[in-house]
């Protein structure tokens, strides 16, 4: 495994996913007023809500690489360290972020964490069907209208595009959450499936 994060030069990415992770914890109270085009004085967003995009889009980009048909396409052994790398990723920046939220501010937790399962979900959609240097398209498809558009004040609170900014015991925004993230474990794991990369390296 050692190894395997050195072929892709993946320490740098699990650095940042450490560093990141840990100042959703240390600064994530921060609250920042972003344009809106439906709320005249702004819509208000914690750096909790933002740097899931950052951890989750990570997570997805560590399983970029140049040559990824042909690792597809290599023995089950080879495909199996992808899901290993991938399933270590998410779990050190979710442990990071969470334990650091926890320490700093236990009421940001589960709203940073159910976002981050969201993020992390369409970011690996975006990277399985687009390729790995697109895995920030989903997310900020999803981010623009969440922080930009909908509102959880009255306007537009639908959570099926809201669902980052609305509270956390908002049991709908959770299923929209864990929806993208069943979508990007299968889309990676049809992703690696032996007759999908047939068709892929023909």
Same mark, same amino acid.
């Given at each position: ?23 959703? !914890?240390?600064? @994530? &109270?921060?609250?920042?007023? #972003?344009?809106?085009?439906?709320? /005249? ?5 914690? %750096? *909790? ?68 399962? !969201?993020?992390? @979900? &369409?970011?690996?959609?975006? #990277?399985?069907?687009?390729?790995? /240097? ?5 997310? %900020? *498809? ?61």
């Amino acid at each position: 495994m050692i190894l395997r994060l050195r072929a892709k030069s993946l320490n740098g990415i699990f650095a940042a996913l450490i560093l990141v992770s840990s100042a959703a !914890g240390i600064w @994530g &109270a921060v609250t920042l007023n #972003v344009p809106s085009f439906t709320e /005249d004085a702004g819509q208000p967003m914690t %750096l *909790a809500q933002f740097l899931p995009i950052v951890t989750g889009s990570l997570v997805a980009f560590s399983c970029r690489s140049a040559m990824s048909d042909f690792e597809d396409a290599a023995p089950r052994r080879r495909v199996r360290e992808q899901w290993d790398l991938l399933v270590l990723a998410f779990v050190v920046a979710a442990g990071v972020q969470t334990l650091s939220l926890i320490w700093t501010k236990s009421t940001l937790a589960a709203t940073g964490f159910r976002d981050y399962l !969201g993020y992390v @979900g &369409a970011s690996i959609t975006s #990277v399985t069907l687009l390729g790995s /240097d697109r895995f920030w398209v989903a997310p %900020l *498809a999803l981010a623009f209208p969440a922080f930009f558009v909908a509102s959880s004040t009255g306007t537009y609170p639908g959570a099926l595009w809201s669902w980052p900014t609305l509270p956390v015991e908002n049991m709908e925004s959770w299923v929209v959450a864990l929806l993208w993230a069943v979508l990007g474990t299968v889309a990676f794991h049809y992703r690696t499936h032996p007759r999908i990369v047939k068709l892929r390296v023909r």
